[in-house]
């Protein structure tokens, strides 16, 4: 029972000095800084870090800022008032001024570096210095950790301003860009998807970039013109935002001994991932050795889950590389990420993504995260050969336990109790076939349909008299399969909290920021409010208008049907 008496609420954080007493620094007092680094965080130059974990660095505050939204579902998390989102002191803050920050917080934030491998492979050519010292946060910094509710968050500005990482730009982020990922990451989360989490979007009423883009009715691959946008700050919300190519610098310094240091700091970086993120799974009284495999198979089992989420909502990364793929086995990083409306298993959204990291390749990506992830750990265990020799095995089981995830997923979505591959496949090649909307054609499944005629609202072609064929049998098929013990109703409640009704339709959001961009935000309050119920039936004027195909206008659209990563 609740010891609080009846109608007593405990309070909620109503001011930014009540909010600045949650904070707990675990990353800045259990790591090392970089030797090089300011005292004040001034440090706002591309240069090469060579040690340390990170660089403290004030944020650049936009200019003029005013407030466009905030997340109330995770305010209410966190125990904050909404009120406080409004208040001025909050937005200076959240909008990258820390010169006001209330004690115990520090007058400054941090940037991380990390190292750069692409389905596997290392790379050094993004950073400028072409060493791989120069790669890191470049406009992402986090100004707060803290522990709310008994769980610590991390708070980081998405265009917060250049830090030593920025490799010369701007370190901006564009109101297009921050709106996707203020909407997608409170999406994802109601999708039933671990996430980063959205805390609040601010914008400058007089700040502009130019960024290329898209001109009206593009069908060009790249974008074509050159276009002025505001500039904006989302705050992302994590549990960390320690990631995989974060432990793959600190391996690849270990492993050729690159200071004297570098495998101290690989170590301690180990330890706070594990003290971080893997606390109540990872027991501290093991050796430090056991640690590290019981770390291993501990991702393995939340980057499996993670993967197997994304392909059951239609999510595609779309560059899911190691700096990319968070240490705590969620959604990192919404750049150039897209849903897949007709359905097409190697959907990949960015135009400079690659076949790699489709729709359909994905689990495949994060094996390759996977093994570089587990390949960090290996200057740390060069002394157990044993131990050497189990972390293989677990590498090795990857796709195995990638594989009976999967097929656990796709029963979930027919409403199978025991998977069945020979059925599945021949949807999959079905659904290849007929020019079918991913998301509505499982929604509309867990109606328990009879007759093909009640999924013809999926279908973005007509189908020919061999396709009506082929569809009528396997729907028999499938409903023979059903063999369930709930009645029809039950098993279609139990399909559709795994198949959403409402997902991310890139055609409805970019009227969304680009009504935002002339101070019109009602439609990203829209999104919001729809994105928060994605599984629930909704009102007929909802329906009517995000449940439905793409229109035939929109595919090959520049900035909707694929897009560049400029943001």
């Known amino acids: 029972m609740d010891n609080k008496t009846s109608g007593q609420q405990e309070s909620k954080v109503s001011n930014l000095l009540e909010f600045a007493q949650a904070v707990d620094y675990s990353l ?28 403290p660095v004030k944020p650049t505050p936009i200019s003029t800022p005013f407030y466009v939204s905030h997340s109330h579902q995770l305010f209410e998390e966190l125990g904050l008032d909404d009120n406080l989102a409004l208040t001025d002191e909050f937005k200076q803050l959240f909008s990258g001024d820390m010169a006001q920050a209330p004690s115990p917080m520090r007058p400054y934030g941090w940037a991380t570096g990390y190292a750069l491998s692409i389905f596997g492979n290392e790379y050094i050519d993004n950073c400028p210095f072409k060493t791989g010292n120069g790669y890191g946060d470049g406009r992402a910094i986090s100004v707060f950790e803290g522990v709310f509710n008994n769980k610590r968050w991390e708070m980081q500005l998405k265009g917060g301003g250049p830090t030593p990482y920025c490799r010369g730009a701007d370190g901006r982020a564009v109101l297009r860009s921050s709106v996707r990922e203020f909407l997608a990451q409170e999406y994802m989360h109601a999708l039933g998807v671990p996430t980063s989490r959205s805390l609040s979007l601010f914008a400058s009423q007089t700040e502009t970039v130019d960024r290329p883009w898209y001109s009206e009715g593009s069908r060009s691959e790249n974008p074509d013109i050159m276009l002025s946008n505001p500039v904006a700050i989302t705050t992302r919300v994590a549990p960390s935002f320690l990631r995989v190519g974060q432990l793959e ?16 700091e690989l170590e301690a970086l180990a330890r706070h ?34 993967v197997t989420h994304w392909l059951r ?18 959604t990192l990083d919404y750049g150039p990420f897209g849903f897949c409306e007709y359905f097409e298993p190697y959907f990949q959204p960015w135009t400079g993504g690659g076949r790699h990291f489709a729709f359909f390749n994905q689990p495949q990506a994060a094996e390759k995260n996977f093994e570089t992830f587990c390949n960090a750990l290996r200057p740390l265990l060069q002394s157990e050969p044993q131990a050497l020799n189990e972390l293989e095995l ?18 979930s979505k027919l409403g199978l109790e025991v998977p069945d591959s020979h059925l599945f496949n021949q949807l999959l090649a079905l659904m290849m076939k007929s020019h079918i909307d991913y ?59 795994v198949n959403p009704k409402y997902t991310w339709r890139e055609w409805l959001i970019v009227p969304a920021y680009e009504q935002a961009k002339e101070g019109n935000f009602s439609l990203v309050h829209e999104l919001q409010a729809i994105f928060a119920n994605p599984y629930d039936e909704q009102s007929q004027s909802v329906e009517d208008k995000y449940y439905q195909l793409r229109p035939l206008a929109f595919f090959a659209a520049g900035g909707v049907s694929h897009y560049s990563c400029s943001s």
């Open 28 to 55: 800045l007092e259990s790591l090392t800084p970089d030797p090089g680094s300011t005292k004040d965080g001034v440090d706002h130059r591309p240069r090469q870090v060579f040690s340390g974990h990170y660089v």
């Open 249 to 264: 610098l600190f391996s690849r310094r270990a492993r050729v001994s690159q200071h004297p240091n570098a495998r101290e």
């Open 273 to 306: 991932i594990i003290e971080r993120e893997y606390q109540t799974e990872i027991d501290a009284s093991l050796p430090f050795i056991d640690q590290l495999l019981a770390l291993a198979i501990a991702f393995r089992d939340r980057l499996t889950s993670l």
């Open 313 to 330: 909502i239609g999510y595609c990364q779309g560059n899911f590389n190691s700096d990319n793929c968070a240490v705590g086995g969620f």
């Open 394 to 411: 677990i590498v090795e089981s990857f796709s195995s336990v990638m594989k009976d995830k999967l097929t656990d997923m796709w029963a």
């Open 439 to 497: 998301t509505l054609f499982f929604r509309e499944l867990s109606n328990i349909p009879e007759e093909l005629t009640e999924l013809s609202a999926c279908f973005y072609a007509d189908l020919t008299q061999e396709l009506k064929t082929e569809w009528d049998e396997w729907l028999r098929a499938w409903r023979d399969a059903l063999g369930s013990s709930l009645r029809k109703e039950q098993l279609s409640t139990q399909m559709k909290q």
